[in-house]
């Protein structure tokens, strides 16, 4: 068994969703995935539950690129390395497709631009059902840092890109991800339009660069279009125990918590209290992942 080639991406949470406005935005988180192509089955179970690698292989194929080594499609295999909960919200469909794009552009030795393995990642999700939206501001977060504000009715992927950000300073915050396990069911389109007012104060929060409160915001949108119950407590126990901003992520089930780094009591009370008072919830530390801001050479 060979490995042909490698790619990586990483998690990201919900700023804007997509369904509510038609704009959507997402925030890379320190959550890696790494994908490895290989030309015999590994040993290791591998989990694709939704066929999304599968539909990687076909909208690769679908855009025009050969594959590796004069390969078929049936010689192909994939090993799947990931932190990223699946099935919670926090972009794992997404970061997948995206790093076994770059294993096939590995495998190829071709160059691509972003916009082209963000275009090719949005067509797999749609293809195996696991996005409403083609989920393009997902797919841009897992494939680079920090954030980007997408017009999902846009024309091209490069010209949906209507604002983007480094994101909260990651020294600055502790990111704190309440894991539930997998969601049962996504939302209908339909059930957006009631929060709509909701999405709207997150968009402003997102045009305003203040990201925490959009992620507020969006969160109590989601909450009551999913109507869970279970996350409006923990999110309100959240802020009243000392968290800045705290939301379900996607259409959950995760939840979000962010703490100041320099609260450290804070942030210690909110471990204890998601530990001992919840059960079947797993606690996740990760950081924002900021893009590199370039210096102004004309300073």
């Not at 690698?53 to 050969?66: K, Q, T």
């Not at 919670?88 to 997404?94: F, I, M, R």
């Not at 994101?167 to 894991?179: Q, T």
Request: aromatic share 4%.
């Amino acid at each position: 068994m060979a490995v042909i080639g490698k790619g990586q991406a990483h998690g990201a949470c919900s700023l804007l969703h997509a369904a509510g406005l038609g704009y959507g935005c997402s925030m890379a988180l320190n959550l890696p995935v790494a994908v490895r192509l290989l030309d015999k089955e590994s040993k290791r179970t591998l989990s694709d539950p939704d066929g999304l690698l599968e539909a990687v292989i076909d909208i690769w194929i679908a855009n025009g690129h050969s594959l590796p080594n004069g390969l078929e499609k049936g010689d192909l295999h994939w090993a799947v390395a990931s932190k990223i909960p699946p099935r919670q919200g926090l972009k794992s469909s997404a970061a997948v497709s995206v790093a076994a794009i770059r294993a096939l552009i590995s495998s190829t030795k071709m160059q691509l631009e972003d916009k082209d393995i963000v275009l090719m990642s949005a067509q797999a999700q749609l293809e195996a059902g696991v996005s409403i939206t083609g989920s393009i501001d997902d797919s841009w977060a897992c494939a680079t840092n920090g954030w980007k504000l997408i017009d999902v009715n846009a024309e091209t992927i490069e010209g949906g890109v209507l604002l983007e950000g480094s994101g909260p300073i990651a020294e600055d915050w502790h990111v704190m991800i309440l894991s539930r396990g997998e969601r049962v069911s996504r939302p209908e389109p339909e059930a957006f339009a009631a929060q709509q007012q909701n999405f709207i104060q997150a968009l402003n929060a997102i045009q305003e660069g203040q990201e925490l409160v959009a992620l507020t915001w969006n969160g109590r949108a989601m909450v009551t279009i999913t109507s869970d119950s279970a996350a409006r407590k923990m999110t309100n126990d959240a802020f009243v125990n000392g968290a800045r901003s705290s939301g379900l992520t996607g259409s959950g089930s995760a939840i979000m918590v962010i703490t100041p780094s320099v609260s450290k009591p804070s942030y210690e009370r909110l471990m204890k209290l998601f530990s001992t008072r919840y059960t079947g919830v797993e606690i996740i530390e990760t950081t924002f992942l900021n893009t590199e801001v370039v210096p102004d050479e004309t300073e």
